[in-house]
């Protein structure tokens, strides 16, 4: 899922832009035999920034991959905090998202019910 935002700035001596990415809206969109589907509890979830590198921080609670992959095991979608991330100087954010049922989730196996990537 791409999602492309132009974010609120806070007040700073420096502009730091923000994005938060919604953890129940959006995941439904994608075509069904795309692996589309509300993310459920015990989903595996992974999201790309894609723009704006760099990233000064990522969201609380996830486990930062890389310098732009985030990841986390998450619980019920509608008790999650939603994740935001930050940047300087932010212009327009891309985040790319990726999950995987709980019930597809074993060592060695790529195959389940997979959100494919659209770069």
């Given at each position: 899922m791409a999602v492309t935002v132009?974010?609120?700035s806070a007040g700073s001596s420096r502009s730091?832009?923000?994005?938060?990415?919604?953890l129940i809206q959006g995941w439904?969109?994608?075509k069904a035999e795309d692996g589309g589907r509300p993310l459920a509890?015990?989903?595996l979830v992974v999201l790309e920034v894609r723009k704006p590198l760099p990233i000064a921080a990522g969201p609380s609670g996830w486990v930062w991959a890389t310098d732009r992959i985030f990841y986390k095991i998450i619980g019920p979608p509608?008790?999650?905090q939603p994740p935001t991330f930050y940047a300087e100087d932010a212009g327009e954010w891309e985040i790319q998202g990726?999950?995987?049922a709980s019930d597809q989730i074993r060592p060695f196996d790529?195959?389940?019910s997979a959100v494919k990537w659209n770069p």
């Open positions: 132009h974010p609120a730091m832009g923000t994005f938060t990415m919604s439904d969109l994608i509890a015990g989903d509608e008790q999650e990726y999950a995987i790529d195959s389940g």
